[in-house]
């Protein structure tokens, strides 16, 4: 039943990106009175500046807030499916390694169609409204008011019931709340920069195979190509901001990529790569981590404004989806009760939401340093077999994280419960092939081997067979010489001895 334009209450969503477009369609779907709020112009009519963000890879979490506004199943037409990692060596070699079971796969998606398909999205709901080109300058959610200045440069103050924060890392809600008492905030920047280049296709097609996330891992240095629907790879170089500027030539571009990535300059292209590594500066990666997500029943983050992630996992968006999805969960378990669902938003989340974060952290580490190690390679295939054979009792670390909504937290104390299981089990099984190949070993020995370990217990066998001890120590010594001078053709035993 739709409620009447005055009994609805309004909410303010600050950011028009992908999080922001996407909860601005699931509070439209409540009936609320909507107005989305972003800084930028239309990007459906405007043209984007290249290079500015990192393809996205779509997982279970994201489509399954997708599909509760009814927008799965237009936007995985548009993806291009990865099942595995295919990792390119220094030597050429290539090895993919799986990300799951063959029917599980992540989506590789063009950010700016999806982002345009969800604004368009917004729009059909007569009771929301999109205002581009309108930037935040103050936020007082105590009293419910925003300031807001639009194109005309006019400062506008705009009343409503709920501020939703969807404003990205450098959020200016969270600006504001963090001038609030007990509110936790902290940032870091990582040492790495990333910069954008392009795979173009090859006679018509793709230059690789497009099924595959394709990962070239270099220690420090790390590449990573994701397919995109018009045959090209976009292409992300991940290093130090140092290493990036020691490059200030094209000649040092090149002798770089010779170096670290020679496989994929016959696939850029020498000129391609020169004008693309300088056509943008290398760009910074931010984790943010604040607590709470919530400010009475008045104001709450979402996406990158509550918890700005390292990208290694491709976990950034589809976690800012699940937190719409599990805000519109909690809307219904409290009927639509601000005041009651806020706060339990931010008790969900937050430990969810910072797990995330840290494996983001973790994951860099292990795909530009582990993904090539033998070891990783053997303890990936255990876990799979594992959880073939028990799929209730273990399940990979990155199962749980993409292909299923287990809790982020919750997913990470398994997942550590299940490596000391796996390691101890390990090193049992490894005793055991000891100890048994030491047995067999053993008993595969020639006699003579075997003779060799018992001479020194033989030695005094024969030494005892073959040697005479006076049966009376106190016996005269002057029989001796009697004894020794009888034949021993005799086959009497020498009166008064013991021989043995």
């Known amino acids: 039943m739709d409620v009447p334009d005055i009994q609805r209450k309004k909410i303010a969503v600050i950011g028009g990106g992908l999080v922001g477009s996407l909860n601005a369609c699931f509070l439209a779907k409540r009936n609320f009175q909507v107005d989305v709020y972003e800084a930028r112009e239309d990007i459906r009519v405007a043209q984007l500046s290249r290079g500015r963000s990192i393809n996205l890879a779509l997982s279970y979490r994201g489509r399954q807030a997708l599909k509760a506004i009814g927008l799965e199943d237009q936007i995985v037409s548009q993806g291009i499916p990865m099942r595995a990692r295919m990792i390119h060596s220094l030597s050429g070699k290539k090895s993919a390694i799986p990300y799951g079971t063959k029917s599980q796969y992540i ?11 969800l604004l368009t999205a917004v729009e059909k709901y007569p009771n929301a409204k999109v205002h581009f080109g309108h930037r935040l300058l103050k936020c007082n959610p105590e009293e419910g008011v925003i300031t807001v200045l639009g194109s005309d440069k006019v400062p506008i103050d705009v009343t409503c019931d709920l501020i939703v924060g969807c404003d990205g890392a450098y959020s200016t809600v969270r600006s504001h709340l963090m001038k609030k008492p007990r509110f936790d905030y902290s940032q870091q920047y990582i040492p790495h920069g990333y910069m954008e280049l392009t ?18 891992p270099r220690n420090t240095f790390m590449m990573i190509a994701l397919p995109n629907t018009n045959k090209s790879f976009t292409c992300t170089l991940f290093m130090p901001f140092e ?4 490059l200030v030539t094209s000649g040092d571009v090149l002798t770089f990529f010779h170096k670290y990535f020679p496989d994929s300059i016959p696939l850029i292209g020498e000129q391609a790569l020169v004008r693309d590594f ?20 008045h104001c709450v983050l ?8 390292v990208p290694f996992f491709g976990q950034g968006m589809n976690a800012g989806f699940e937190d719409c999805l599990v ?21 969900l989340r937050i430990p969810d939401d910072h797990a995330i974060s840290d494996l983001s952290m973790y994951n860099y580490i292990e795909m530009r340093a582990h993904v090539n190690s033998r070891w990783f390679i053997f303890q990936k295939n255990t876990e799979r077999f594992l959880h073939t054979v028990m799929p209730s009792t273990f399940t990979p670390l990155y199962t749980m994280v993409t292909f299923s909504r287990i809790r982020y937290h919750e997913a990470v104390l398994r997942w550590h419960w299940q490596k000391k299981v796996i390691n101890k089990g390990l090193f049992f099984f490894g005793a ?42 106190m016996e005269s010594l002057e029989k001796i010489p009697n004894v020794i001078s009888r034949s021993y053709k005799d086959s009497e035993v020498a009166n008064g001895f013991l021989c043995n």
Not at 107 to 117: A, C, P, Q, V
Request: hydrophobic content about 40%; overall charge negative.
């Open 278 to 297: 300088f056509l943008l500066p290398a760009q910074p990666m931010i984790s943010v981590k604040c607590s709470s997500f919530h400010l009475k029943s």
């Open 107 to 117: 989506l590789s998606i063009s950010r700016e169609n999806l982002n345009k398909d």
């Open 432 to 473: 055991l092939i000891a100890i048994g190949s030491t047995y067999v070993f053993m008993c595969s020995m020639s006699l003579r081997p075997l003779h060799y370990f018992r001479r020194p217990w033989d030695w005094l066998t024969y030494f005892h067979k073959t040697t005479c001890v006076p049966a009376n120590s």
């Open 243 to 246: 290493d990036f500027e020691k």
């Open 327 to 347: 805000f519109d969960e909690l809307m219904d378990t409290f009927n639509n009760d601000l005041s009651m669902c806020l706060p339990e938003y931010s008790r």
């Open 302 to 309: 979402m996406g990158d404004a509550a918890h700005a992630i």
């Open 199 to 216: 795979i173009p296709p090859k006679n018509g097609d793709y230059a690789m195979e497009p099924n595959y996330l394709h990962i070239w």
